[in-house]
Structures are given as structure tokens and as C-alpha cells.
């Protein structure tokens, strides 16, 4: 069920991401695709984005949008959907100000249809290849770096501060001169932003996920119960 508006605005904090579980044909498309509840996914900025709707509602998120392109979002287009709340652990500030100015800096860019093609191609659970030929396969993306998708926009936007959502991880083994012994690195790799969906923000071990309801300090005892 959907979040109380004020529960849900009490519980975000700029740089969280909001992910929507969308009702639309192209939602449910992505739904079906990514195997997930998330359809779209948005960054929370807060008050300081500034400006106001036509119904006077303040701005609060930014979104790629399919029709508008990366745009302004108010709460209230959100409202009527189950939503959930994924938080960046330990963000640090200056980085999360740098997150946030480089996602504004965005408005205005075009969304790339063609992105959304591609990463259904390359996500359909019985492709007409072998999984290891269908990256390859892909021409990910238009390759306009002025278009986004709404997963692409803010995974960018986190990768480019060095913060992970969902990296390849793979493990170097090699000889450590100063211990005189063998040690085992873990290195990162940065996946290629047209390849990440809403749910990876869901699934990622490096996001919290954050309840409205509990974030309230629900007290189960004043529940009154049918």
C-alpha cells in the first residue's frame, strides 16, 4: 500500500533514491523484464530544487522522463503508488552535494528510447543467443551522453562521485612486498550506466532500505485491531 504522504516526506533525505512501482504498459514491461516490482526510479533532492508546479505543489525529485526528458518531479506524482526508499550508506556530505548538483545539471537532456530497447534485449529471460555474446550485441544506448533513462541518470550521477550501486566485483591475488605474503584485492569494476534498472538501487548492498512506517517508531501495542 501506499506511503502517508507525511511519513514518506519525514523519511527522505536528499540523495535517496524513491523507486516507483508504476502502473503504465511500458511499467509493467519493465516489471515483467527486470523480474521486479520497481518500474522507474527517482532522486530525491528536496526543497532546495525550488520552483513549483502548475497546482502549486513544490518540486522535490528529479526524473527521466519519457515525455519531458530529465525534469522536475512534486511529490504528489508519486503519491498514489507503492514506493520504496533507498538510501546511500554513509554518503559523505561534500560528495552527496556533488551528487545532487550533477543530476540538476541535467535537466533539461532528452530520454533515450533507444536505451530502454537495448536493455530489453539485453534482459529478456530466453534471448535468441548466448548470454555471453548478448553485451556484445548491444549498441548500449543512442551513445548521446545528453539522454538518460531514469536508472541510468542516477547510477551515473553515483558512479561519478565513486560511490557503487550494483559493480562487477572480481578479485586480484598477488604478492604484497611490505607483509612478504599474499593478499587478495577486491576490485570494482563501473558497469556501464545503460545497463542498470530500477531494482538495482533495490538489490544493492550498499543501499538501505528505508520504511516510512517504522521510521515513524511504530508501537505495534496502539495498533487498534478489527
Not at 26 to 47: E, F, M, R
Not at 156 to 165: I, L, M, N, S
Not at 189 to 216: G, N, Q, W
Request: charged share 25%; aromatic share 10%; proline share 8%.
Amino acid at each position: 500500500m501506499p506511503s502517508r504522504r507525511d511519513q514518506l516526506l519525514q523519511s527522505l533525505r536528499p540523495g535517496d533514491v524513491l523507486l516507483v512501482e508504476g502502473s503504465s504498459r511500458i511499467a509493467a514491461a519493465i516489471k515483467y523484464l527486470t523480474q521486479s516490482t520497481w518500474s522507474h526510479a527517482t532522486l530525491y533532492v528536496g526543497p532546495q530544487l525550488g520552483g513549483l508546479d502548475e497546482q502549486g505543489e513544490p518540486y522535490l525529485f528529479i526524473e527521466a522522463d519519457m515525455v519531458q526528458g530529465v525534469c522536475k518531479r512534486p511529490l504528489s506524482h508519486y503519491q498514489s503508488f507503492h514506493t520504496r526508499i533507498c538510501r546511500p550508506f554513509h554518503l559523505g556530505d561534500a560528495d552527496r552535494e556533488l551528487l545532487l548538483s550533477s543530476v540538476v545539471g541535467k535537466l533539461g537532456e532528452r530520454y533515450d528510447l533507444k536505451n530502454v530497447v537495448d536493455l530489453a534485449r539485453y534482459l529478456l529471460p530466453r534471448p535468441p543467443v548466448p548470454g555471453r555474446w548478448r553485451r556484445q550485441m548491444l549498441a548500449l544506448g543512442s551513445g548521446d551522453p545528453t539522454r538518460a533513462i531514469c536508472s541510468s541518470l542516477i547510477a551515473e550521477a553515483f558512479q561519478g562521485v565513486g560511490y557503487p550501486v550494483l559493480p562487477t566485483i572480481t578479485f586480484d591475488r598477488h604478492q604484497d612486498p611490505r607483509l612478504h605474503r599474499a593478499v587478495t584485492e577486491e576490485i570494482f569494476h563501473i558497469r556501464d550506466r545503460s545497463l542498470f534498472a530500477p531494482r538495482d538501487f533495490d538489490v544493492s548492498p550498499y543501499f538501505e532500505i528505508i520504511k516510512p512506517t517504522l521510521a515513524a517508531r511504530l508501537d505495534y501495542r496502539h495498533i487498534h485491531w478489527e
